[in-house]
């Protein structure tokens, strides 16, 4: 499900916004949200006492997502203050050529899955192939 920044003002989002994330979302289901009540649903899924983060190309979205909490120190009990990075990590195993993604791109649950993937690839790959 989508939680959408209900205090957002969405008629200021640029036009790259609009038509690669606003647009491809449009018929699906959305929940309009504060962002107090947008940080309790991802603490509530990341329910781990010392949850991992990763993302792909992940420093930006990292930030957005600690903002939700306030300053960097009132990040929730036992949560890192960086995310991982898929790039990254694949950049550190040679850059090979990682899977496909079927979904639609800049897609948050499509993204998710394909991270997913991505991820485990990697791992994959880097326990030599077991």
Do not use: T
Not at 16 to 35: A, D, G, Q, S, T
Not at 110 to 119: E, F, P, Q, S, T
Request: with cysteine; charged share 30%.
């Amino acid at each position: 499900m989508y939680h959408l920044n209900s205090e957002c003002d969405w008629s200021r989002a640029d036009e790259w916004v609009k038509v690669n994330v606003l647009e491809p979302i449009k018929h699906e289901y959305k929940l309009f949200m504060p962002r107090q009540d947008i940080a309790s649903s991802i603490l509530n899924f990341c329910s781990k006492d010392k949850p991992e983060f990763w993302a792909y190309y992940a420093d930006y979205d990292w930030v957005v997502l600690c903002q939700l909490f306030g300053r960097m120190v009132d990040l929730p009990k036992g949560w890192p203050m960086y995310c991982r990075d898929i790039k990254q990590w694949c950049d550190m195993l040679g850059d090979p050529e990682l899977p496909k993604q079927l979904g639609i791109e800049h897609n948050a649950i499509a993204d998710a899955r394909w991270n997913k993937l991505a991820w485990e690839f990697l791992h994959e790959l880097e326990q030599g192939g077991k």
